[in-house]
């Protein structure tokens, strides 16, 4: 299973929200789509699910057209874009059961199974209106889930909800993709949900696609120096008047982008100026820095 995007390009209008946006999917993981709010991400998705079509370029999933071959195309994959209104008056079984056009033995022993993994089995018979948003966020996910689907893609699925409930979704999203191999394209603004869950990045701002990959190799491209030195500002002018990009001083540290073959010459220049060094570690980027780094500012 694999989505492949050929330079997507979407216009609303005079609104240019993505610009020749081109990557792949595969199987397996969780992928994260990051960006400022208005970047893209939703637009992106609405693309990839065939939802609407692109100004220009083409989306394959599967190896199908998701335009031209929708129903080929979309067969595996479950989406939920802007979060699905479900029916207050009605109660949580019977809402999947519209929304999902399931019916049958089979259909109702997989609802029941993944009803279970969300907590939800308890509450099948109630009605939906009397539901949490968090509540509402998981049968939002088991709808997605309910089509027997490989890749789900869930477009912000803790908008709304409190830390509690932001963890609760991150952990399912984890584990589902982790016991069941479903693929997992999530999108969000917040960058340390990204980082804890997913494997694979795509980073979009300003409709432009700024950097994907997997996580670990995008934030070990760029690493950082973290050094204890005695007198860090100090230390930090040093660095600065010798052509070293400074990215952070704290009151016992600063932080330099690097080569990590540079280190050491980093140490030398220190202790040969006077100054006491008493750590020095190289570390891979955190998500914060490298987004600030790829937007120019972003958020
Ligand atoms: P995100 O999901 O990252 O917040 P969107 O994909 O929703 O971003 O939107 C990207 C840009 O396109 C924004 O500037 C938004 O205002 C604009 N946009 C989105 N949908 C429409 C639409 N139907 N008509 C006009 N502009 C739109
Ligand atoms: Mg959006």
């Known amino acids: 299973m694999s989505v492949e995007c050929f330079c997507l390009t979407k216009r609303y209008g005079r609104k240019l929200a993505l610009e020749d946006v081109s990557l792949e999917i595969n199987d397996g993981g969780v992928t994260g789509l990051i960006g400022p709010n208005g970047a893209g991400k939703s637009t992106l998705i609405k693309l990839i699910t065939g939802l609407i079509w692109p100004t220009e370029g083409f989306v394959l999933v599967d190896g199908y057209d998701a335009h031209r071959e929708h129903v080929k195309a979309m067969r595996r994959i479950g989406a939920i874009i802007e979060w699905p209104s479900f029916i207050p008056a009605l109660s949580a079984g ?6 999902s056009g399931g ?3 089979q259909y109702r022993a997989k609802r029941d199974e993944i009803l279970r993994f969300m907590e939800l089995n308890t509450v099948l018979d109630r009605k939906v209106g009397s539901f949490s948003t968090g509540m509402k966020q998981r049968l939002g996910i088991t709808l997605a889930l ?13 908008n709304g909800l409190d830390p509690a409930g932001i963890v609760e979704i991150r952990q399912i999203i984890r584990e589902y993709n982790r016991r069941f191999g479903v693929s997992v394209m999530v999108s969000s603004h917040l960058l340390s949900e990204v980082e804890q ?11 432009k696609l700024k950097a994907w990959g997997e996580i670990g190799e995008l934030l070990c491209e760029h690493p950082r120096l973290r050094i204890r030195v005695d007198r860090p500002a100090a230390a930090a002018e040093l660095l600065r008047s010798r ?5 952070d001083i704290t009151t016992e540290e600063i932080f330099v982008e690097i080569e990590a073959e540079q280190a050491g010459g980093v140490n030398r ?13 190289v570390e891979r980027q955190t998500l914060e820095s490298f987004f600030l780094r790829e937007t120019g500012g972003g958020e």
């Open 146 to 158: 309910l089509p027997d689907s490989e890749f789900i893609i869930l477009d912000e699925p803790t």
């Open 243 to 247: 052509e070293t990009s400074v990215m």
């Open 94 to 99: 019977a809402n999947l059961d519209i929304f």
């Open 269 to 281: 220049m220190l202790v040969e100026a006077g100054f006491s060094v008493s750590h020095l570690a």
């Open 197 to 207: 869950i997913c494997d694979n990045l795509i980073l979009i701002d300003d409709g």
């Open 103 to 105: 019916h049958g033995k």
